[in-house]
């Protein structure tokens, strides 16, 4: 496997970014390629065999793109196909990601945690081990969050809207008196000022972002495919969906005037 080949990202949408952005920071001269599947946008409320069928078709166009690992940024995918990732592509190294239960279970002070997330990731099997594993001992509140990652998807970071529908998820779980967030899906942290607010300084709120990145540095390391070259890196960003639409969305999270998405042709 080629140590200059890019490192394959994706995610739903454009919720991803928010784990590319930590990748970046930990791998400033790796090329990273990103493909937002906004044509299937969001995955959290389809049956898991659809996800599952989809997301191998996502790895299949990242592989073909001869990428040398591929990073599933997204919590529902991970939940719903990620060992079916990794059967597929057995040379290609699969990093997931799931809800930070593990470091919230150390980091709270009362035993109170909340988790929002889609409906899939808080039914899956995966979030059900880790329940199991760090939950025994302190009380886990879970709420699924309809309609957020869609918001994410339009840019709408600070609306009232955006607003009013955090309050309805994030009320129930704040009277429960949790001490620490969970965010177990990739969208959420672009809302984390808003969060914050509505949250106030006593509640610690997690996301996956830091350490799926210092995962995926560990991994390539282990393959030893980490790129010698010393240069500044490069990303490219495809979408499944409408690339004038995804581009304004991508150019404001990434923080960045000059990004130009590509279209992904990918078999429906």
């Given at each position: 496997m080629s140590e200059i080949?890019?490192?394959?990202?994706?995610?739903?949408?454009?919720?991803?970014?928010?784990?590319?952005?930590?990748?970046?920071?930990?791998l400033p001269g790796e090329d990273l390629t990103y493909l937002a599947d906004s044509a299937y946008c969001p995955y959290g409320t389809k049956p898991v065999s659809e996800i599952r069928a989809r997301i191998?078709?996502?790895?299949?166009?990242?592989?073909?793109?001869?990428?040398?690992?591929i990073v599933?940024?997204?919590?529902?995918?991970?939940?719903?196909?990620?060992?079916?990732?990794?059967?597929?592509?057995?040379?290609?190294?699969?990093?997931?990601?799931?809800?930070?239960?593990?470091?919230?279970h150390g980091l709270t002070r009362n035993g109170k945690i909340g988790v929002l997330a889609t409906s899939l990731t808080l039914k899956g099997d995966r979030f059900s081990v880790l329940v199991e594993q760090f939950g025994a001992d302190v009380e886990v509140y879970t709420k699924p969050a309809p309609g957020l990652v869609e918001l994410v998807e339009a840019g709408k970071l600070d609306t009232p809207e955006t607003e009013t529908l955090l309050h309805q998820y994030l009320d129930p779980l704040l009277e429960k008196q949790i001490d620490t967030l969970v965010l177990g899906c990739t969208h959420y942290p672009?809302?984390?000022?808003?969060?914050?607010?509505?949250?106030?300084?006593?509640?610690?709120?997690?996301?996956?972002?830091?350490?799926?990145?210092k995962q995926t540095v560990r991994v390539l390391e282990q393959n030893r495919i980490l790129n010698p070259r010393p240069r500044v890196g490069e990303e490219t960003f495809y979408t499944s969906g409408d690339p004038e639409v995804v581009n304004e969305v991508v150019a404001k999270l990434w923080s960045k005037k000059?990004?130009?998405?590509?279209?992904?042709?990918?078999?429906a």
């Amino acid at each position: 496997m080629s140590e200059i080949a890019a490192i394959g990202v994706f995610d739903s949408g454009v919720g991803g970014l928010s784990i590319l952005k930590e990748i970046r920071q930990l791998l400033p001269g790796e090329d990273l390629t990103y493909l937002a599947d906004s044509a299937y946008c969001p995955y959290g409320t389809k049956p898991v065999s659809e996800i599952r069928a989809r997301i191998l078709k996502v790895a299949a166009f990242l592989s073909g793109l001869g990428v040398k690992a591929i990073v599933v940024a997204c919590n529902t995918a991970s939940i719903a196909g990620l060992d079916q990732v990794r059967e597929a592509y057995p040379l290609i190294p699969v990093i997931g990601v799931e809800p930070a239960l593990k470091p919230a279970h150390g980091l709270t002070r009362n035993g109170k945690i909340g988790v929002l997330a889609t409906s899939l990731t808080l039914k899956g099997d995966r979030f059900s081990v880790l329940v199991e594993q760090f939950g025994a001992d302190v009380e886990v509140y879970t709420k699924p969050a309809p309609g957020l990652v869609e918001l994410v998807e339009a840019g709408k970071l600070d609306t009232p809207e955006t607003e009013t529908l955090l309050h309805q998820y994030l009320d129930p779980l704040l009277e429960k008196q949790i001490d620490t967030l969970v965010l177990g899906c990739t969208h959420y942290p672009f809302l984390i000022p808003m969060i914050r607010n509505i949250c106030g300084p006593k509640v610690t709120i997690l996301d996956t972002g830091l350490a799926v990145a210092k995962q995926t540095v560990r991994v390539l390391e282990q393959n030893r495919i980490l790129n010698p070259r010393p240069r500044v890196g490069e990303e490219t960003f495809y979408t499944s969906g409408d690339p004038e639409v995804v581009n304004e969305v991508v150019a404001k999270l990434w923080s960045k005037k000059s990004v130009k998405v590509l279209k992904a042709q990918i078999e429906a």
